[in-house]
Nanobody, 124 residues
Framework: QVQLVESGGGLVQAEDSLSLSCAASGGTFSDYRMGWFRQAPGKEREFLAGISRDGVRTKYGDSVKGRFTISRDNAKSTAYLQMNSLNSEDTAVYYC?????????????????WGQGTQVTVSS
């Protein structure tokens, strides 16, 4: 079983940047495609970005395309989400997740393991 721990969240100003990390343990990190999601109060969990096992292929949700970048370092068993040009609508709890799905999945149900989440708050 894989354990995932997110870090890097916090309070930032609009237009600021923030980088999130997701440290994995308990499994072979390179076996999993990784994804980042977020959930704001009263809203469904939203797919943000996904990355293939080798880090070559990525996929992004429309709301973050061009602003967020997903990456991974398999040697460090860590996935990252670089977030630029943040605005108040980016305020949410951010989660990383691991999937064995064939291809980069965009739906919550395709991810087997989840972190506990990290809060990102953007002040306008």
């Amino acid at each position: 079983q894989v354990q995932l721990v997110e870090s890097g969240g916090g309070l930032v100003q609009a237009e600021d940047s923030l980088s999130l990390s997701c440290a994995a343990s308990g499994g072979t990190f390179s076996d999993y495609r990784m994804g980042w999601f977020r959930q704001a109060p009263g809203k469904e969990r939203e797919f943000l970005a996904g990355i293939s096992r080798d880090g070559v292929r990525t996929k992004y949700g429309d709301s973050v395309k061009g602003r967020f970048t997903i990456s991974r370092d398999n040697a460090k068993s860590t996935a990252y989400l670089q977030m630029n040009s943040l605005n108040s609508e980016d305020t949410a709890v951010y989660y990383c997740a691991a999937s064995t799905n064939l291809g980069i999945a965009e739906v919550v149900e395709s991810y087997l393991y989840w972190g506990q989440g990290t809060q990102v708050t953007v002040s306008s």
